[in-house]
């Protein structure tokens, strides 16, 4: 049986990763970043195991308890490293259409360009989308990825014991 989930769908991931993108004040975030807020916006019930910088865990323990509209992960760790090729492939497409900086992710950042996203594309997101896009770019892309309380090491998501400092 042949079933359809938005996580592996790389027009949907790029998407979720403009959209994330385009609500981050820099406009830009290491892959790595991105590769663990846009699994926060698929199963946004995950913010409930992620330790929250200060002051920003209210509002992400109340986005947790928003049931995801997709389904449920057995193992996000597992699935986060399962899907490691579809973020690759969703940023291969908009690099091919100039919407994120070539030279940007030949060192692992993911950074929009001047480039105008096409038509009314973003205006698809309803209000929930671009209020998880909102918090996800705003309180959680924002946070460093690696060192001590890091987003790897907040998440668990990924491994951050042999890090940088």
Same mark, same amino acid.
């Given at each position: 049986?042949?079933? $359809?989930? #938005?996580a592996f769908d790389v027009y949907h991931g790029a998407f979720r990763a403009l959209l994330l993108l385009e609500h981050t004040p820099s406009k830009s975030m290491f892959a790595d970043t991105l590769r663990i807020v846009d699994l926060y916006f698929v199963f946004p019930y995950l913010l409930a195991e992620l330790d929250f910088p200060?002051?920003?865990g209210r509002e992400g323990r109340r986005l947790a308890g928003v049931h995801?509209?997709?389904?449920?992960?057995? +193992?996000?760790?597992?699935?986060?490293s399962q899907t490691k090729s /579809?973020?690759? /492939?969703?940023?291969?497409?908009?690099v091919g259409?100039?919407?994120?900086? *070539? *030279?940007?992710?030949?060192?692992?950042?993911?950074?929009?360009?001047? *480039?105008p996203i096409p038509g009314d594309l973003l205006s698809q997101a309803d209000a929930r989308d671009v209020e998880l896009a909102t918090y996800l770019g705003t309180k959680i892309a924002t946070v460093p990825l690696l060192g001590r309380k890091g987003l790897?090491?907040? +998440?668990?998501?990924?491994?951050?014991? $042999?890090? #940088?400092?």
């Open positions: 049986m042949l079933v $359809y989930h #938005p200060k002051g920003v995801s509209r997709f389904n449920s992960l057995p +193992s996000p760790k597992v699935f986060l /579809l973020p690759r /492939l969703v940023t291969s497409a908009l259409k100039q919407l994120i900086s *070539e *030279e940007s992710l030949k060192d692992g950042v993911v950074a929009r360009t001047d *480039e790897k090491e907040r +998440s668990k998501l990924m491994e951050f014991r $042999y890090d #940088p400092a």
